[in-house]
């Protein structure tokens, strides 16, 4: 077992356990709950003391390891959506793979911070041609912080889509999205459908699959039921996703029961399909993402 396995036991409020083969990380410490895997390097809850949870797992996600985890946080890349060779997974590959530990600690402020990494290997060679090491950085406090760290370790410039795929745990319908004002939208449910500027915020109404391009600004998340407004705060990301299945998609996914669309939106931050990123080679590009809750009175 490597060191950080043996670190891991002497920090309170951090826990190891396993769960259907794969490896889940506990954390509850001054400011929050939340549960994390190492396969797909996926956050799968995050709940500040005496709030509601942040994210939403489905009831009918596999943990075997045989597919991403549906729900939490997936990170999709180096490619998000369906890749230009279809026999190739959609979301990239790093969803699907087991990240290795690096670092846990607890900072002076009470907060927990995890790293987790991923590095290029003869299977990933095989079917994206670059050599790359990957992190992610979780810090659990009073806000939820991921940071996505890609280093070109090839002698070429990679160039990439990517996305945090965010399952929200609240209702779709009706929810007000504001913040994507401005921004270029594309709708993903209308085949060849044109490029439009989205005007004003949107109010859900499900089925939904709307990428926002030139997004650069906080988006937020008006979540009436629960009294809460969700902020999401992004650095060197110029992409939004919405979707939810709704009730007829919905039943096309194995892992969602069909009534399940009801409880979660995915509300995805990164750089997709026009905004991707390029890294020149040995230099790295960072992308981070911070949530917030806000009570509503
Ligand atoms: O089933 P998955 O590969 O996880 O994808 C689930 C969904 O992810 C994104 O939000 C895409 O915009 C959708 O088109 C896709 O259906």
Known sequence: ?????????????????????????????????AVITTHG?????????????LLWVSGEAVFDGSKPVRGGIPVCWPWFGQARDSSLPAHGFVRNMTWQLETVQTLDTGETRISLVCHSSE????????????????????????TLTTHNLSDQTLSITEAFHTYFNLAPEGLEIRGIEGSTHLNKLVEDSSAELQARPLVLTPPRDSVFL???????????????QI???????????????????????????????????????????????????????????????????
């Open 214 to 228: 030139n997004q650069t600004g906080n988006v937020f998340l008006v979540d009436n039921d629960n009294k809460r």
């Open 41 to 53: 390097a996926s956050v799968l809850s995050y709940a500040p003391h005496g709030q509601h949870e």
């Open 123 to 146: 299977e990933t060679l095989a079917i994206w041609p670059h050599k790359f090491s990957l992190m992610l950085t979780i810090e659990i406090g009073p806000t939820l912080i991921l």
């Open 231 to 297: 902020k999401i705060a992004k650095r060197n990301a110029s992409s939004s996703v919405v979707w939810n299945p709704g009730a007829d998609i919905v039943k096309g996914f194995a892992d969602i029961h069909n009534d399940a669309w009801t409880q979660f939106v995915c509300v995805e931050s990164g750089n997709v399909l026009d905004n991707f990123i390029t890294v020149l080679p040995n230099e790295q590009h960072v992308l981070s993402v911070q949530y917030s809750m806000l009570e509503l009175a």
């Open 1 to 33: 077992m490597s060191q950080i396995y043996s670190q891991l036991k002497e920090i309170e409020g951090v826990a190891l356990n396993q769960e259907h083969g794969i490896e889940i990380i506990e954390i509850d410490n001054d400011f929050a709950k």
